[in-house]
């Protein structure tokens, strides 16, 4: 067996001494002194040694044959003899030798040898030492390794181990020879079986003896028993136990002394039931068997007794027994300590005030008092399955686990936290836990401890705190909403701030989804309820407007006799009309308080839950009564406000009747006026275009051959000059005074422009025909684009570049557009009205501008470009794009005004754009900018009816739309829409 060297750091002595303990091989571990530090069970089995304790005994001391140089080979030589043999002490000395050796550092080891065993046997050994080593590296002791080997013959069990042994036994021979060879030979077998038979009756004498010191010194008593029970022999340590000297015990019967002895519970040990009786009767062994036995002082003797039977060879009843026992008094003291120590611990544990419990790292419980499982209405039992996770409220679990996590970090010591149990019954209740840790010596978690007390009481006497102050703060609350409605009537005779007041004051006050206030209008052909103020949730739809009285269900005339109608849940009430009436409005619970006006009006103050139903208490319809009582007061005076102000609106009303009325006919004299003007005018204009028609067709028509005239006498007179190249003089001075080669080239140059003068005064005549229209004051289909041209043409003049500013520009942007069904003359007027209106803006910005001197005195040059644009379309196609800012429109944009579908393209109106780039108005200016007699020109420039009689042409003459968008320092920009076709 070979063994290495050994460390003294050994990690874990425990698992050490085990693996060494249960080593199937004899071994032991000694120290430099030679005393045992650790033994194998096989070590105490060979040696005899398994009642003994071994450590820090010396190894000369458990083997004193060693010491006493005492041993005995075989089973031939006795005591005396072998007292200084010099084999024992021969191998005292080798084995010291092989001792030391080892200390030293070198191994030793035998295949076969003798060992001295502690009942002075020698046994043949395969055996091995090795030094082990502390953690210094020094040696520490030694560890011994043994094999016991099979016996041999006599001769071979004591074999002299050296020349001096065989001298020895030479000698002892030669002295016992005399007579012949033959007798020597018969001598020395009658002397050997005589040796023999010595030394066996010395050995056995020898072994009764160490076997009854070894009994002797037993500190476990022990008394041998015959086959019939009766106890022969003892050793000291029982007469010590039992309280009996040997005189008295030998001869007395095992149920003598055994007599009244009691189980571990109390109850009598029957004698038949008594281990060494059992073990004679049956052969069966027994161990650790406990059993008190009373002393004459009446205290009892705690034992644990092992029982053995003996048999004879070949034989399976016993003739005697064995019955080894220790006194466990002090034991059974210590365990009934340690169980009154675990008593008090469970009792204090269990009947504790407050709930305790264990539970593992992972959070399941493995010990819980009963005080806890009252808190949590659960067993004991039923706890043990569940984890502290499983009892705990969710919404509380998240910081209770971060409380766990630090605690299993060693970042905190325990911690406190108010918490929510879920009882078995689903209910919750409040605790306030106080946890820490449970380490075990290495320092690993082992188990939380936890001490729990039931705070719910308190936590309810805190809630009804709160109930209470929360109380307080509404009745205060009430007071003031009833002072704040007080107030609103002294401050306000509006009836619709009152009620809108009214029921948003109350929703906040209450805490209600929705409150609403009704009227009852039973006067239409159908009575219904009028919802006309609501203050709800923003995620409740609105329910104001109309309800039919027959919606409402029986339940209302309840309310019309003007009493409460309370309905905690909906569920509950019996008529089925007005429980589906309250549901479609979404609603679980109602609180309804009616009343009546002075003039005999009935409204209802209407409270209702969404969520879920609600009980209304009295306090709640108590503070209705009082808001119903304020509200009455409000009503009535809102009435009396109402009919002072009906009768002065009536009054007001007739005064704004007749003033409109003076109004209209004002505006309508002056628009006849304006009319019979522009009759006139038209009449004249066309009279006077129609005057100079007649001349400027014979001036245009006989331009015509004149030009051909001129032409003939001008070749004639070219034909005379190449003929008389040297005509008489009188006619040379003549030719030369009139200049007649510049009369002849200027004379077609003087046509042309003689042509363009005459078709200039023709399209002039035109455009007065076509603006008059005189010949077409009905409504018919006309192009849009000749009216808007003949208006140019006869403001032709303004557009013309003058000294002092530049020409105005007019950028057209026509529209493919159809004939549209209009009045020419009129339309015609609204274009006059608003091209004239954008020049005169553009003029007056022109005044404005700085000039600029160039080299030419005569002219001026300017930053500032006047335009017009003139822009024409069809609504949904042809679609503008305002340049204006938003801010600016009076209207909305045409695009805005009708959707842009391609439906649209045909719906068949279209629109007028005239803008300028002029000084633009304020909004201030462009509200009243159709108003009749409004202008902001001088005295003396305008009437201020340009536009108003503009407006009424397009919307009431043609049905269509004239709007302005404008800002300033942005320009104007006037907008027609009228249909296609006239209806």
């Not at 470009?865 to 340049?883: A, K, Q, V």
């Amino acid at each position: 067996m070979q063994l290495g060297n050994l460390s003294a750091d050994v990690a874990n002595l425990e698992i050490f001494s085990a693996f060494v303990e249960h080593t199937p091989a004899a071994v032991a571990m000694l120290d430099r002194d030679m005393r045992y530090l650790l033994t194998s069970r096989r070590w105490l089995t060979d040696y005899a040694l398994d009642n003994q304790n071994l450590i820090g005994r010396s190894h000369y001391e458990v083997f004193p044959l060693f010491q006493e140089k005492q041993a005995r080979v075989g089973e031939q030589e006795n005591i005396t003899q072998l007292s200084h043999h010099p084999i024992t002490a021969y191998s005292l000395k080798r084995w010291q030798k092989i001792y030391a050796l080892c200390l030293a550092g070198q191994p030793q080891r035998g295949d076969s040898d003798y060992f001295i065993k502690p009942d002075g046997f020698w046994q043949r050994v395969k055996w091995e030492l090795q030094p082990w080593y502390t953690k210094t590296g020094e040696i520490g002791g030694i560890m011994m390794f043994t094999e016991f080997q099979e016996h041999r013959s006599l001769t071979e069990e004591s074999p002299p181990d050296s020349e001096e042994d065989y001298r020895w036994l030479r000698e002892k021979a030669s002295e016992a020879i005399w007579g012949t060879a033959s007798l020597t030979k018969t001598i020395e077998q009658l002397q050997q079986e005589s040796v023999e038979r010595r030394q066996a009756q010395a050995l056995q004498k020898e072994s009764e003896e160490r076997y009854r010191s070894l009994v002797a010194a037993m500190a476990e008593g022990i008394i041998l028993l015959d086959a019939n029970g009766i106890v022969y022999t003892c050793n000291s340590a029982a007469e010590s136990i039992l309280g009996l000297t040997a005189e008295q015990l030998i001869g007395l019967s095992c149920l003598d002394f055994f007599r009244s002895a009691v189980k571990e519970d109390g109850k009598l040990f029957p004698p038949e039931e008594y281990p060494i009786h059992v073990t004679l009767r049956t052969g069966q062994s027994f161990t650790d068997v406990i059993m008190g036995i009373p002393q004459t002082d009446g205290i009892l003797t705690w034992l644990s007794i092992n029982s053995q039977p003996l048999f004879h060879p070949n034989e399976t009843k016993p003739y005697a027994a064995v019955a080894s026992f220790i006194d466990i008094s002090k034991r059974k003291q210590v365990e009934a300590e340690l169980r009154e120590s675990e008593e008090r611990f469970r009792t204090t544990f269990d009947q504790a005030a407050v709930g305790i419990n264990h539970s593992e790292p992972d959070g399941r419980f493995v010990r819980v008092n009963q005080k806890f499982c009252n808190i949590m209405g659960y067993s004991r039992e039923e706890l043990l399955e569940r984890t502290f996770q499983d009892i705990t409220y969710p919404d509380d679990l998240l910081i209770d686990m971060e409380n766990v996590r630090s605690l299993l970090a060693d970042e905190i010591p325990t911690y406190t936290l108010e918490k929510r149990y879920i009882r078995k019954d689903g209910q919750l209740i409040w605790v306030q836990i106080t946890a820490s840790l449970v380490r075990t010596p290495q320092g690993e978690p082992k188990y939380f401890l936890s001490v729990v007390q039931d705070i719910n009481l308190r936590k309810a006497a805190e809630s009804a705190l709160r109930d209470s102050e929360a109380q307080l703060r509404e009745l205060f609350a009430r007071e003031a909403l009833l002072n704040r409605l007080s107030n609103q009537i002294r401050n306000s005779l509006e009836l619709n701030t009152i009620l809108e007041t009214t029921v948003q004051e109350i929703r906040q006050i209450l805490n209600v989804d929705r409150c609403q206030f009704a009227w009852y209008c039973p006067y239409e052909a159908e009575a219904y309820w009028e919802v006309v103020k609501e203050a709800r949730n923003p995620d409740l739809p609105d329910r104001r407007g109309c309800y039919p009285a027959e919606v409402v269900g029986q339940l209302a005339e309840q309310i019309l006799n003007l009493e409460v109608l309370q309905v905690d849940d909906i569920e509950t009430v019996s008529d089925p009309i007005f429980q589906q009436f309250v549901r479609s409005l979404g609603s679980s619970s109602v609180l309804v308080l009616p009343m009546q006006t002075p003039s005999g009006t009935i409204g209802v103050i209407s409270c209702s839950q969404s969520r879920e139903p609600r009980p209304w208490t009295d306090s709640e319809v108590e503070l209705l009564q009082s808001v119903k009582d304020q509200l009455l007061i409000a009503i009535k005076q809102a009435d009396l406000y109402a009919a002072s102000r009906m009768a002065t609106q009536k009054a007001q009303e007739q005064a704004t009747k007749l003033e409109q009325a003076l109004r209209e006919l004002q505006r309508t004299q002056t628009q006849l006026i304006q009319s019979e003007k522009m009759s006139s005018l038209g009449q004249l204009v066309a009279g006077v275009a129609h005057e100079i028609n007649n001349p400027v067709n014979f001036i245009y028509g006989n331009l015509i051959y004149a030009q051909e005239y001129f032409q003939d006498i001008l070749g004639l007179l070219q034909l005379y000059r190449t003929t008389y190249t040297k005509p008489p003089a009188v006619i040379q001075e003549r030719i030369d005074a009139i200049d007649l080669d510049f009369l002849v080239s200027d004379l077609s140059q003087l046509q042309n422009s003689m042509k363009v003068g005459a078709e200039r005064i023709r399209e002039i005549v035109r455009s007065l025909r076509t603006f008059s229209r005189v010949d077409e004051s009905d409504n018919k289909q006309v192009d849009i684009h000749t009216g808007i041209e003949s208006t140019l043409m006869i403001l032709h003049s303004r557009l013309k570049a003058k000294p002092g500013h530049p020409a105005i520009s007019v950028i057209k942007e026509y529209g493919d557009l159809p004939s549209v069904e209009c009045y020419p003359g009129q339309l015609n007027q609204v274009f006059m009205n608003l091209i004239s209106n954008a020049l005169d803006a553009l003029e007056e910005k022109m005044k404005c501008e700085p000039l600029e001197i160039t080299t030419n005195p005569s002219e001026t040059v300017t930053n500032f470009s006047p335009t017009i644009t003139i822009n024409t379309g069809i609504i949904g196609r042809d679609n503008p794009t305002i340049s204006l800012t938003p801010h600016a429109l009076l209207e909305p944009t045409i695009g805005e005004c009708l959707p842009k579908k391609e439906s649209d393209v045909e719906a068949s109106h279209i629109f007028i754009r005239i803008a300028d780039n002029g000084a633009g108005m304020t909004q201030k200016t462009q509200q009243q900018l159709f108003e009749p007699f409004f202008t902001t020109k001088p005295v003396g420039k305008g009437t201020g009816l340009g536009l108003a009689i503009s407006y009424q042409i397009i919307v009431e003459k043609h049905g269509g739309k004239l709007w302005c968008h404008s800002a300033p320092g942005q320009g104007t920009e006037f907008v027609v829409e009228i249909p296609i076709h006239h209806h």
